[in-house]
């Protein structure tokens, strides 16, 4: 192997490692992004679980004070407060699962983009099947033969984590 086909291999190595932390970076970064809309799920859930316990706590009121007043109350207002409890109830719980499903819509649409555009980030990178072309079915027929990689690798005049590189890429080993 000469020098300049050393320095071409030591430039696609730094090429793909510059890419490699690229992809890094990037991942790290809309994994931050991910747990702020996970976060602010969160809050609107707790929020409506707040919502919830002080209505649980309203329902145990107006249970009260309706049978307190049943004696007092014809059917008709125990249907009118019943009806009215339950809208005030439900109103506020309607409001916050409303939010909740904009936000998990928000958060679907923003995860459908990011999985495009990382898949079409991964589609761009071509990783060559061989740091020296011809030699792929060379170090293919060998290792069929039963030649060990040592000894290939000996043999072509390249690293064993070539050839098993090269044996990995084409899934045979």
Excluded: C, W
């Excluded at 109350?73 to 809208?87: K, L, Q």
């Excluded at 958060?107 to 990382?118: C, E, K, T």
């Excluded at 290792?143 to 990995?168: D, P, W």
């Amino acid at each position: 192997m000469n020098y300049t086909e050393f320095i071409n291999i030591e430039y696609i190595v730094v090429a793909m490692a510059a890419m490699i932390l690229y992809l890094l970076y990037y991942v790290f970064s809309k994994d931050s992004e991910f747990n702020k809309n996970i976060h602010s799920v969160a809050s609107v859930v707790e929020e409506l679980n707040r919502d919830i316990y002080y209505l649980k706590k309203e329902l145990e009121g107006t249970a009260k004070n309706i049978k307190d007043n049943n004696s007092r109350m014809s059917d008709e207002n125990i249907y009118e407060e019943v009806e009215r409890t339950v809208y005030d109830m439900v109103s506020p719980l309607s409001l916050g699962l409303k939010k909740l499903e904009k936000t998990l819509h928000d958060m679907d649409g923003q995860m459908n983009s990011r999985m495009a555009s990382l898949e079409n980030g991964v589609k761009q990178i071509s990783i060559p099947t061989s740091v020296h072309g011809n030699d792929d079915e060379k170090i293919i027929s060998l290792f069929k033969q039963g030649v060990s990689l040592e000894t290939i690798s000996k043999e072509l005049h390249i690293s064993k984590a070539e050839v098993e590189f090269v044996l990995k890429i084409n899934k045979i080993k």
